[in-house]
Nanobody
Framework: VQLQASGGGLVQAGDSLRLSCAAS????????LAWFRQAPGKEREFVAA????????YYGDSVKGRFTISRDNAENTVYLQMNSVQPEDTAVYYC?????????????????WGQGTLVTVSS
């Protein structure tokens, strides 16, 4: 499974941004996809996860109510809609996927990772 994240950029506080993660390869074997982020000098943080074949979703506490994860199976793409972004949302955002039947909030729960896309939020 290969993952390609895109959509990052420089935005202002309060703006919206949508990240995309295109999956290729053995996509039929994917069980879960997730977004994580890592700010400079900080550990990688769970953002959101979604089942590839269902509707179950999980969100990190810091983004609940502002971010929405969704998927388009026909396009093999998962999205992260980011609304009301704040400077503390500044980070490199990574998409991740796994075949095991667990919707994990830990980065160890994902075997496949994209290259990351940088989101910078100015105040």
């Amino acid at each position: 499974v290969q993952l390609q994240a895109s959509g990052g950029g420089l935005v202002q506080a309060g703006d919206s941004l949508r990240l995309s993660c295109a999956a290729s390869g053995r996509t039929l074997s994917i069980y879960a996809l997730a977004w994580f982020r890592q700010a400079p000098g900080k550990e990688r943080e769970f953002v959101a996860a979604i089942r590839w074949g269902g509707r179950s979703t999980y969100y990190g506490d810091s983004v609940k109510g502002r971010f929405t994860i969704s998927r388009d199976n026909a396009e093999n793409t998962v999205y992260l809609q980011m609304n009301s972004v704040q400077p503390e949302d500044t980070a490199v955002y990574y998409c991740a996927a796994d075949r095991r039947g667990v919707l994990s909030t830990r980065d160890s729960g994902y075997a496949y990772w994209g290259q990351g896309t940088l989101v910078t939020v100015s105040s």
